[in-house]
T-cell receptor
Framework: KAGVTQTPRYLIKTRGQQVTLSCSPI?????VSWYQQTPGQGLQFLFE???????NKGNFPGRFSGRQFSNSRSEMNVSTLELGDSALYLC????????????FGEGSWLTVV | SQQGEEDPQALSIQEGENATMNCSYK?????LQWYRQNSGRGLVHLIL?????REKHSGRLRVTLDTSKKSSSLLITASRAADTASYFC?????????FGTGTRLTVIP
């Protein structure tokens, strides 16, 4: 069974640009969540989707958005990139978020210059 | 803000020794999960322990949970150089995973 797949793995963007990251969950998983990892702030929750609905959102500005498609694949978008958005963005999937093992992808490394 | 904290922040041991990492959290939880992260990689799930469980084993791993003290521990027995990684605990609440600060484990061959 394939794991959680994230694309692209590495990307470099310029301040002010926008970026879209993609996540394909494990087959059959309907919950997809996103996290940002930085050396200073550690792992922080961005948002969680289930059946195309955002159920929870972390404390991030509105420049961070996401969506989930009917096949459970998810994308997150960051607009007007800032240097501080440089981070490892991790996607995770589970059958249903609560009470289940949550599996992570390898992440997308974003560098903003 | 993060839900929990791991202790110690860094741990260095010889191959074959046991490694113990502790995690404390702040509020009531449904379950607690432990993850491993090799440098620059994603998180690998190790163990999920539910709030009504006190101990769980998986191979060389043993996890305990004390909900009265709001703490958990991860024991890795007979450590190997390949166990070198960062270890995180994560608590689940309201469809959100709150991660600890992590313990950086170095196993010296």
């Amino acid at each position: 069974k394939a794991g959680v797949t994230q694309t692209p793995r590495y990307l470099i963007k310029t301040r002010g640009q926008q970026v879209t990251l993609s996540c394909s969950p494990i087959s059959g998983h309907r919950s997809v969540s996103w996290y940002q990892q930085t050396p200073g702030q550690g792992l922080q929750f961005l948002f969680e989707y289930f059946s195309e609905t955002q159920r929870n959102k972390g404390n991030f500005p509105g420049r961070f958005s996401g969506r989930q498609f009917s096949n459970s694949r998810s994308e997150m978008n960051v607009s007007t990139l800032e240097l501080g958005d440089s981070a490892l963005y991790l996607c995770a999937s589970s059958l249903e978020f609560s009470g289940n093992t949550i599996y992570f992808g390898e992440g997308s490394w974003l560098t903003v210059v | 803000s993060q839900q929990g904290e791991e202790d110690p922040q860094a741990l260095s041991i010889q191959e074959g020794e046991n490694a113990t990492m502790n995690c404390s959290y702040k509020t009531s939880i449904n379950n607690l999960q432990w993850y491993r992260q090799n440098s620059g990689r994603g998180l690998v799930h190790l163990i999920l322990i539910r709030s009504n469980e006190r101990e769980k084993h998986s191979g060389r791993l043993r996890v305990t949970l004390d909900t009265s003290k709001k703490s958990s521990s991860l024991l890795i027995t007979a450590s190997r150089a390949a166990d070198t990684a960062s270890y995180f605990c994560a608590t689940e609440r309201a469809n959100n995973l709150f991660f600890g600060t992590g313990t950086r484990l170095t196993v010296i061959p």
